[in-house]
């Protein structure tokens, strides 16, 4: 059975620019939430779809942004990217709405410059 | 008050000894819980769930939650090398309407 998948693996962009980040869910699950990681501040919910609805979000900037797709595939945008959003970007599964057991994809690291 | 606290460590632990790691929350509406395992450079690793007051044993990992002290524990046995990472405590709180809310983990380290 296939993992989450989090593409891409790696990313630098430049202060000011946007970036989109994709998380396909393992299958048959409906849920897929976004957190970001940092060292100062560890792992902080951004939001979470369910059904290509958003359900909750988090305490982030307009921003970030995100959207689901029928397939339960996922995607989170930054716009005007800024020093500060350098971080890994994780995204979790869930068999349900609500998280339950959420299993993390490999992340996207993001670097801005 | 943090809403979830963990203990930072580092932790160092003899190799084939009992490894407790410790966490509190301050929900108290909080309903489901959560251990990951983080080795550096990879993502968290979901190791225990329990939803219930009392001990809940998966090889030779056992999670312990009670809620009327607010605190869930996750122990160890016979701790080998391979166990030294991160580990995170994650709470489902206000029914998961934040997602899961983590503490900042627990370095722990296995000395051979």
């Known amino acids: 059975k296939a993992g989450v998948t989090q593409t891409p693996r790696y990313l630098i962009k430049t202060r000011g620019q946007q970036v989109t980040l994709s998380c396909s869910p393992i299958s048959g699950h409906r849920s897929v939430s976004w957190y970001q990681q940092t060292p100062g501040q560890g792992l902080q919910f951004l939001f979470e779809y369910f059904s290509e609805t958003q359900r909750n979000k988090g305490n982030f900037p307009g921003r970030f942004s995100g959207r689901q797709f029928s397939n339960s595939r996922s995607e989170m945008n930054v716009s005007t990217l800024e020093l500060g959003d350098s971080a890994l970007y994780l995204c979790?599964?869930?068999?349900?709405?609500?998280?339950?057991?959420?299993?993390f994809g490999q992340g996207t690291r993001l670097t801005v410059v | 008050q943090k809403e979830v606290e963990q203990n930072s460590g580092p932790l160092s632990v003899p190799e084939g000894a009992i490894a407790s790691l410790n966490c509190t929350y301050s929900d108290r509406g909080s309903q489901s819980f959560f251990w990951y395992r983080q080795y550096s450079g990879k993502s968290p690793e979901l190791i225990m769930s329990?939803?219930?007051?009392g001990d809940k044993e998966d090889g030779r990992f056992t999670a312990q939650l009670n809620k009327a002290s607010q605190y869930v524990s996750l122990l160890i046995r016979d701790s080998q090398p391979s166990d030294s990472a991160t580990y995170l405590c994650?709470?489902?709180?206000?029914?998961?309407?934040?997602?899961?809310?983590f503490g900042k983990g627990t370095h722990l380290i296995i000395q051979p």
């Open positions: 994650a709470v489902n709180r206000r029914g998961g309407a934040d997602g899961l809310t």
């Open positions: 979790a599964s869930s068999l349900g709405a609500r998280v339950t057991e959420a299993f």
């Open positions: 329990i939803y219930s007051n």
